[in-house]
């Protein structure tokens, strides 16, 4: 066990050195340079590439830059607010971006299963064929469908919610965009519920636990529930990340503070710096999933480990 | 098929002796010519349940049960026959601009005088909803747009359609992708293992790892926003589903019998992998396929929303519902419907994957 964990974290930290790598190549390949104010003579530019190392190399300054983001500097912004680091851009919004994320996953997973669990044990049934089309429409329908559809109809019709973000009332503004994050990973988790219940329902072990004369609720909780819910961890990292993607169109129509509204921004005024570190976060975040959810895997369901080892 | 009619009893002893010897029990009936007759004679019996059918009339029958999917399969062939047709049905075109017919409501001839569709729209002013028509304020009685028309006064039914079309490209960009360098990259990586398969595996593992539409995002910044590089944004990311699928394929039927039967004969590894296995693993490779297009028309939409969308006039669907969401409230049918089309043909292209899924390969366990 000890040797597949390091092996996936070596995979895990070169992965991170390549996407690196790629950033710092895609950062010198954009145009204009740090210091393209025409003032500047020859010399004063050479004085400011020697003050920050851009003379060096460029071995020596992907090595610094390695260094610097390690440290969790990474550069100032040039547009949004000039000069800013952009560590500081990224403190405030940090917590909103990671809070409404975090509730729909934790929204999400909870419904999804629910829901799943009641659509497998009274397969056939009208719960059933909510469960069909509440998983169709969101895994077909991108997020920013629901999203608009509760902004007119919730928030601007019938007024419930707050229809832009509003820090005084953080918590009833978060909610139409946590359900519409939501709506994807309620889709997936609730098909997937449904799938791996019937199929351990109609496992052997189930009838032999049937014919020991266990019933009931300890039948459908200790003995089907615990196997079916292993594999909805591996389908719910991959979701946390499809949530990251869908917060940035989320965050900007409900104008919520938070990373991905600031990557749009960015996007659009040309602010490379700061795409280029929120795809990194992006990308860190992906991976340090990935790396938790198989090492979690592996300690689950000791055939995994035995077969990567 | 014989048939017992009726038996004729000959027997003589009134009271029923216990049977004990067969043989002479039988001596004591006596069958007669017309006891019998043939039944079925004149019908054609076949199992209609277990004949023996194509592969392909098999899948067939079972698409066809598929209801959901055979009503996507039509709503697709509607929304590709409006795209051909649609914009030649106006006096438009998509980049056609009128600034004093911006921002009027949908109005439909024939369908206006039934009080749907005729050109009012509800405005809230100050708290206080009007219902007011600005064809007849305006005195443009003759003026009618089909779906109303943007803030630029561009006609939305054109854009819509015009919209769909680039939807429809990308489509047909996500089936070749996956078709030409998803397959072939799986196939081969599964055919020669090792280290070959080692090599192409990490790099798979690799651009796996960085989400997809980062690597999208990142790669609009370096090239300019436009088709073009939609595409190839797509081709670099898009292959990967398939290359998995085909590579699990692959290694599941290279081992098998006739492929070994085709080495001794001296078939090449090219002739193994593209007419012995490849029409073998035809199905799931088409489901494949058909779920990565719903998967790029997100992207592209999802591009537009963040501005790297096609470039103005051209519209996209994308583009349209990114346009349109900043005055939804005030005039919602400018995004209602490239909304509409766009969920449509995402909706029906997932129902046809999944229809075609159960058709093509109905050992794969339900999803």
Redesign the interface.
Known sequence: MKKYIAKRMF??I??IL??LL??FC?LQ??PGSPFNDEKLSEAQVQVLNQKYGLDQPIVVQFVNYVKNVVKGDFGVSYSISKNTDISKLLNTRLPVSFRIGGQAVVFGAIIGIMLGIAAALKSGTWIDSICTIVS??G????S??FA?AM??FLG?RANIFP?LYNSAEAFASSVMPTIALAMFSIATVA??TR?ELL?VLDSDYMLLAESKGITGRTLIVRHALRNALIPIITVLAPLV?DL??GS??IE??FSIPGIGSL??TA??S?D?NV??TI?FI??VM??VL?LAVDILYGVIDPRIRLAKE | MLRKKKVQMTETASAPVPVTDVEEYLKGIRFQEDDFEFQHMDEDLIDTNFASQSFWKDAYMRFKKNKGAVISFFCILLIILLAIVGPNMTPYTYATQDIKNQNLAPRVPGLEKLGILDGSETVKASGVAKKINKYISNKKTDVYYWFGSDSLGRDIWTRTWTGTRISLYIAVVAVLVDMLFGLSYGLISGYFGGKVDMVMQRIV??VN???T??VV??MM??LSPGLTSITVALIVTGWIGMSRIARAEMLKLKEREFVLASRTLGAGSFRIIFSEIFPNIFGPVITQTMFSI?HAI?TE??LA????GVPSPLASLGTM?SDG?KN??TH?YQ?VFP?VVM?LL??S???LA?GLREALDPKM???
């Open positions: 995979v895990s070169v992965t390549i996407i790629l950033l895609m390949f954009m169709v429409l895994v077909s329908l991108p920013y469908v608009l902004a007119y601007y229809l098909r997937f799938t199929e990340v990251m993607i940035l169109v900007k129509i990557m749009v996007i659009q040309n490379y795409t280029i795809a992006y990308s992906y991976i990935m | 593992e690799i790892s960085i989400p539409l980062v995002t990142l910044l370096v719903p997100f939409a999802f929303f963040i501005g790297l519902i969401y939804f409230t919602p995004i909304l969920s995402m909706l292209f997932t129902l999944d366990k339900e999803m």
